[in-house]
């Protein structure tokens, strides 16, 4: 009797791992993942502006700033195709999954503030609203947002791959060429991973780059 209760709870905490630790590896149509990966890496590009780069440049317009907002330039902004911060917003759901589009649209769209309530970064832009009939006004850029991605990046999409499966996401890996501000280049190989949600293929990892300068890396590192 107690051997049988022992196989039985054996079995029973088999199972229970199983259902937690052997989660199957999704199955795929490679040609498909791999034209989902360029037409979503190619959207990403706009995104990684938007948010790490330059972004949208402002007018230097005193009367309509607020000492940390400028309006937005509007050649600027058309040529990133968008109109409002809510069209930020949706360029984002249609490429990135639902946690990776919270995480860009929380830290980069709202302004981060502390349990009391004191701001301790702000949005990089914000839409401004008419007082009259609340319509959208314009877009407001944050005028001392940081720019972390200065660096050229080209995408060689004819070595895109599928690298590895692990549960339903799907890692892709491709050469890139990054090319800093003083014209050296570097090979370097990018992964990234796509999950399949409700809408459809969403990447669920960055895609940017910056050149790795390694002899500065080493000296850091000494310090």
């Given at each position: 009797?107690k051997?049988?209760?022992?196989?039985?709870t054996?079995?029973?905490?088999?199972a229970l791992?199983?259902?937690?630790?052997?989660?199957?590896?999704?199955?795929?149509d490679?040609?498909?993942?791999?034209?989902?990966?360029?037409?979503?890496?190619e959207?990403?590009?706009?995104?990684?502006?938007l948010?790490?780069?330059?972004?949208?440049?402002?007018?230097?317009?005193?009367s309509e700033a607020?000492?940390?907002?400028y309006?937005a330039d509007v050649?600027s902004?058309?040529?990133?195709?968008?109109?409002?911060?809510?069209d930020i917003?949706?360029?984002?759901?249609l490429c990135?999954?639902?946690d990776?589009s919270n995480q860009?649209i929380?830290t980069k769209?709202t302004?981060?503030?502390d349990?009391?309530?004191?701001?301790?970064?702000?949005?990089?832009?914000?839409q401004?609203?008419?007082a009259?009939?609340?319509t959208p006004?314009?877009i407001?850029?944050?005028?001392?947002?940081p720019?972390?991605?200065?660096?050229?990046v080209?995408y060689h999409?004819e070595?895109?791959?599928?690298?590895?499966v692990?549960g339903?996401?799907?890692f892709v890996?491709?050469?890139?060429?990054?090319t800093?501000e003083?014209?050296?280049?570097?090979?370097r190989?990018?992964?990234t991973?796509?999950i399949?949600e409700s809408?459809?293929?969403?990447i669920?990892?960055?895609t940017?780059?910056?050149y790795?300068d390694k002899?500065?890396?080493?000296?850091l590192?000494?310090?």
């Open positions: 009797m051997n049988k209760l022992f196989l039985l054996f079995i029973v905490i088999f791992f199983c259902t937690v630790g052997c989660e199957k590896d999704r199955e795929y490679e040609a498909t993942v791999l034209a989902e990966a360029k037409e979503l890496i959207k990403s590009i706009v995104l990684n502006e948010y790490f780069g330059v972004g949208i440049s402002y007018e230097m317009n005193e607020n000492g940390y907002y309006p050649y902004q058309d040529s990133f195709g968008i109109e409002t911060v809510d917003k949706e360029l984002t759901r990135f999954t639902v990776y860009l929380n769209l302004a981060v503030t349990e009391d309530g004191n701001i301790r970064g702000y949005a990089r832009y914000y401004k609203y008419n009259l009939d609340d006004e314009c407001m850029v944050y005028k001392n947002a720019v972390y991605l200065k660096d050229k080209t999409y070595t895109l791959a599928v690298t590895d692990k339903e996401e799907i890996t491709l050469d890139i060429t990054v800093n003083n014209g050296e280049s570097q090979v190989k990018l992964t991973s796509l399949e809408s459809g293929f969403r669920n990892q960055p940017y780059a910056s790795f002899d500065r890396y080493d000296e590192q000494k310090n």
